[in-house]
């Protein structure tokens, strides 16, 4: 296990470098901050206000994917600059640390303690705290779902989590797609040896009915055969279960990865990319966008 260990971690350190290589080839539109943390290295994360500027900004917390190994938020560069034109809001795009260098709940904390800093420095960004909203992709989604419980105890209210296909369940207690089981549980043993599966800084989506019920209102996304849609729809029934409001917008020709892929800093080969997913990628930012305006004038 050890030289598979090593060699994983090698082979996921190649695969950051590649990608920062590639990434070089791109003006940054987000300006570069990193959130300072008393007891705790700086979160490094990019910010972007709309173009027309603004105050007393509703915020979006950006949250990349990549199995939380991989990825950068980056990716999400041109991404998160069209939504703050679109939106007419302030967003964070954060970079966290990725789980071979630092391991749960390392990054949970990070996403948790910028939108602290955030909340808590709010004039300074021209910012309104009634209106902060988390929003993440795949393991950027596990990372929200996590914070979100985090900010809720700490009394830091959300307006809305936006969960786009989001794993949820380490212990796969109701997983229909074996060979995804398979494959999650080999990821978990290399790069999470030590976890507690059932810990809900690991697995949100078994966080008990009691604290479920305090948590902000949900956006979900879901898409076609995507394996993390049955771990999706079993959360949204529990929070609607314990009285949290969920809007599920479901794509079922859609594939992992669609919301984040169809940006020019994304590879070329992505099946997500294809003309169809556009589509479906505008179909749902719209939705999504139209989905929190509404939340955010209530």
């Known amino acids: ?28 539109q987000g300006e570069q901050f990193m959130v300072p943390r008393t007891d705790a290295a700086p979160v490094m994360t990019y910010l972007y206000r709309p173009t027309e500027g603004g ?10 994917g990549g199995a939380w190994v991989g990825g950068d938020a980056l990716l999400l560069d041109t ?15 954060i970079n966290y640390i990725k789980a071979d260098v630092e391991p749960f709940p390392y990054a ?43 900010l809720c105890e700490d009394g830091i209210s959300l307006a809305c989590q936006v969960l786009c296909y989001p794993f949820l369940d380490f212990t796969f207690a109701k997983e229909e797609h074996n060979d995804f089981r398979d494959g999650m549980e080999g990821v978990g043993k290399i790069f999470f040896p030590t976890m507690d ?31 993390l849609k049955h771990q999706a729809d079993a959360y949204k029934v529990r929070l609607e279960n314990a009285g949290v409001s969920v809007e599920l917008f479901d794509y079922p020709e859609s594939v ?14 992505n099946a997500a990319k294809s003309p169809e997913q556009k589509i479906q990628c505008d179909m749902a930012e719209a939705a999504i966008a139209d989905a929190l305006l509404r939340i955010w004038r209530e």
């Open 197 to 227: 599966k059932t810990d809900p800084l690991v697995s949100p989506g078994l966080l008990p009915d009691e604290k479920l019920k305090n948590l902000a209102p949900v956006i979900m996304i879901t898409c076609g055969q995507d394996p």
């Open 55 to 64: 105050v007393n900004l509703p915020v979006v917390f950006n949250v990349h």
């Open 79 to 93: 991404q998160s600059q069209e939504m703050a034109n679109r939106l007419g809001c302030f967003v964070v795009n």
């Open 108 to 150: 949970q904390f990070e996403v948790r303690d910028t939108v602290d800093y955030f909340a808590k420095n709010a004039d300074k960004y021209g910012i309104d705290t009634s209106r902060l909203t988390l929003m993440g992709y795949s393991a950027g989604g596990h990372l929200c779902a996590c914070a979100a419980q985090m």
């Open 1 to 28: 296990m050890n030289f598979k260990l090593s060699f994983m971690k090698l082979a996921v350190k190649h695969g950051r470098k590649k990608l920062m290589k590639r990434l070089k080839g791109f003006q940054v």
């Open 256 to 269: 992992h990865g669609f919301l984040e892929c169809n940006y020019p800093e994304t590879e070329d080969d």
